[in-house]
């Protein structure tokens, strides 16, 4: 049944942990709930954001709106010749969902193991990891139109999917909720261990040969040694994109930096890693006040225990202005300030 609560703390919805209030609070099982949410008089001209596991957002003061938890359950898929059609509420969590593919040898998304967040917030972020991206695996998507109450169905061309980014962190931001994605996998693998440290650690493991199984369990090792734990130290996962500049603007990096580490994206640009750079200005694992970067990896910032959104904000300032001044690169937030 639908409930909608008042004055409810958010620091168990945001995995940063900051403790700011909502107005209202409203969790969504099933797409009839949701249609009945936005038909009350609470929700009329109140500004709503929409979250899933709260990994994306950090909040620097209360909302004073509506928080609609999308908590919608369910995996189901569909056999077509070579590939595999895998449809996931969009409250399925990110993690679980990886694991139900891979142990049922549905081949796409092992590298994509662990990620934060949920099954309906990886289309609007479309995540990436490890050399391979939601977008790669996306079929299309079911969403609830906010203004109109219909179910409207987006395929791959409709999402205008590029780094980090889709249709829905762009023109349609804020109009849909993602209520599930069904995802184009295949039933023979195809291993990618082409990015990172994956082969390193499969060679660690004395696997030459490895499998999708064989490579979920190495991503996860590889973030759970660089990543904190957000259920013991309040993170967002990575703060910053990495940044993709233009080759005239990489000529300039390089020539002073040589060392800097790069990707070609293949379109004429280069990806920078953004973590290697606000390394080298000295950030890693350093701490001010209640918030810092993660000792193992400088691209995640934390919140040690009772900082607020502000200051967490404050000391990514701090961060974006050391790597300009450095490197001439303007680093961009990943996360949705709030």
Not at 74 to 96: L, M, P, Q, Y
Not at 277 to 292: A, N
């Amino acid at each position: 049944m639908l409930q909608i609560q008042e004055n409810i703390s958010l620091k168990p919805y945001n995995s940063f942990g900051i403790d700011v209030k909502a107005r209202y609070f409203a969790e969504i099982f099933n797409e009839t709930d949701l249609k009945m949410l936005f038909k009350t008089t609470e929700v009329v001209n109140r500004n709503i954001l929409i979250i899933g596991g709260g990994s994306n957002v950090l909040f620097t003061k209360n909302f004073n709106g509506l928080i609609v938890k999308i908590s919608i359950k369910g995996i189901k898929s569909r056999t077509e010749n070579h590939h595999v059609k895998v449809t996931a509420g969009g409250g399925e969590v990110w993690g679980d969902f990886v694991n139900y593919c891979v142990g049922h040898n549905f081949s796409g998304v092992e590298n994509l193991s662990l990620i934060p967040g949920t099954v309906g917030a990886s289309p609007i972020q479309n995540i990436g990891a490890y050399g391979v991206e939601l977008k790669d695996v996306f079929e299309s998507c079911q969403a609830f139109e906010i203004k109109t109450g219909e179910i409207r169905t987006f395929n791959y061309a409709d999402c205008n999917f590029g780094y980090r980014e889709s249709i829905f962190k762009g023109t349609l931001k804020g109009q849909f909720i993602i209520t599930s994605v069904t995802f184009n996998l295949k039933i023979q693998a195809e291993i990618n261990t082409s990015y990172g440290a994956i082969e390193t650690e499969l060679a660690n493991r004395g696997i030459s040969n490895p499998n999708i199984a064989d490579v979920s369990a190495a991503v996860s090792h590889i973030r759970v040694s660089k990543l904190p734990d957000p259920s013991t130290i309040g993170n967002a996962g990575s703060f910053f994109k990495n940044p993709i500049i233009d080759k005239a603007e990489f000529d300039k990096v390089i020539s002073k930096h040589p060392d800097v580490v790069n990707y070609p994206t293949g379109d004429g640009r280069v990806k920078l890693a953004a973590g290697w750079l606000i390394e080298q200005c000295g950030w890693k694992g350093k701490t001010v006040g209640k918030t810092g970067t993660w000792k193992n990896q400088a691209l995640v910032l934390v919140n040690h225990g009772g900082a607020t959104g502000t200051e967490v904000l404050d000391f990514s300032a701090q961060i974006i202005d050391s790597v300009k001044s450095t490197f001439g690169v303007t680093l961009e937030r990943e996360v949705n300030i709030l």
